[in-house]
């Protein structure tokens, strides 16, 4: 007689519907299955994968602890329960005194240089899977020290020395973007956590920056409130007021008329409420550090010292 499985063990869920609740692509999902076996999932008469509760539960867990900086290699053989107790640890952790992503395993060390080659050969789906392999192996703020800010320094420069074209250096802007603000969305908003905005300020439309700061401060446990780029000073302040954030961070990029940016950011800061935080961050940010402090204006050129800088702003409250 065919034993019958519990209901939180029926094989139900499709790889879209899973890729959805979990928040991470089918294409990340197949990785871990074939590469890692984090879950087994049974097949439907067309051979598709379906996927039991049980198994949203144990991806759930997965993701959380990758996020949490943790290599898939190690946490994937791990028992949901196991797994469970781990990303409790990582959460009350992070709660007590969030810290610095561990070291990445040896074989993404050369992420770099591969996404580079694939950006060259504008082979955008080679370079789209590379990166969302990284990103998951290594989890978000690994990631995004590791792999993605050197790989857009480096492509920057490439560019500057003309061995990089326009369209290269557009295809790896897009799909890091891309991945870094579906990695931000994916987390879900806590409850009681910290509120922050991100956004770019008028004629800036290099949007970049902020996802990456949006990404980096979600796995920090922030609540972010996204907004892009190109919004005037007045618009992002009535937002922030309207949304009751600690923090409003911009993203300068480049400074054609540093008077008009200066001007910007001191609307902007006389339109907060005191209590919010203000930080400006970027290489646009960095090159008017000193006149920006003088109009109450924080800056922080490095994602590490942005997040540094949030951590003190939560402590303080």
């Known amino acids: 007689m065919k034993a019958v499985l519990p209901e939180h063990a029926l094989p139900r869920h499709p790889i879209a519907v899973v890729a959805e609740r979990i928040g991470l692509s089918q294409d990340v999902l197949r990785v871990w299955e074939r590469r890692y076996a984090a879950v087994s999932p049974a097949r439907g008469p067309n051979g598709q994968r379906l996927y039991s509760d ?22 994937a053989s791990l028992s949901t329960e196991a797994l469970a107790t781990l990303v409790a640890e990582d959460e009350a952790a992070r709660e007590r005194r969030p810290t610095a992503a561990p070291p990445v395993d040896a074989e993404m060390r050369d992420v770099v ?11 955008s789906s080679g370079l789209d899977d590379a990166l969302r392999r990284a990103s998951s192996t290594m989890g978000v703020p690994a990631f995004i020290e590791t792999v993605v800010a050197p790989l857009l320094r480096r492509v920057g420069d490439e560019w500057h020395a003309g061995r990089v074209t326009l369209a290269q250096e557009h295809l790896v802007s897009s799909l890091v973007h891309d991945i870094v603000a579906e990695s931000m969305r994916s987390f879900a908003a806590r409850n ?17 920056g902020t996802a990456l700061v949006g990404a980096a401060a979600a796995a920090e446990g922030w609540n972010v409130l996204y907004l892009g780029s190109d919004l005037p000073a007045t618009e992002i302040a009535d937002a922030a007021a309207a949304a009751g954030v600690r923090v409003v961070a911009v993203s300068i990029v480049y400074v054609e008329q540093q008077r008009a940016v200066i001007d910007e950011l001191r609307t902007l800061r006389s339109r907060l409420p005191h209590p919010i935080t203000l930080i400006a961050g970027g290489r646009g940010a960095a090159a008017l550090s000193t006149k920006l402090a003088a109009i109450g204006v924080r800056v922080e050129s490095s994602i590490p010292g942005l997040l540094a800088e949030l951590r003190s702003v939560r402590s303080a409250a």
Do not use: F
């Not at 049980?54 to 946490?75: E, F």
């Not at 240089?113 to 082979?123: S, T």
């Open 54 to 75: 049980a198994d949203l539960d144990r991806l759930a867990l997965i993701h959380a602890a990758t996020n949490a900086g943790r290599s898939i290699s190690k946490v």
């Open 113 to 123: 240089g591969a996404a580079l080659a694939l950006a060259r050969a504008l082979d």
């Open 192 to 208: 009681g956590g910290p509120r922050m905005l991100i956004a770019t300020l008028a004629g800036e439309r290099h949007a970049i």
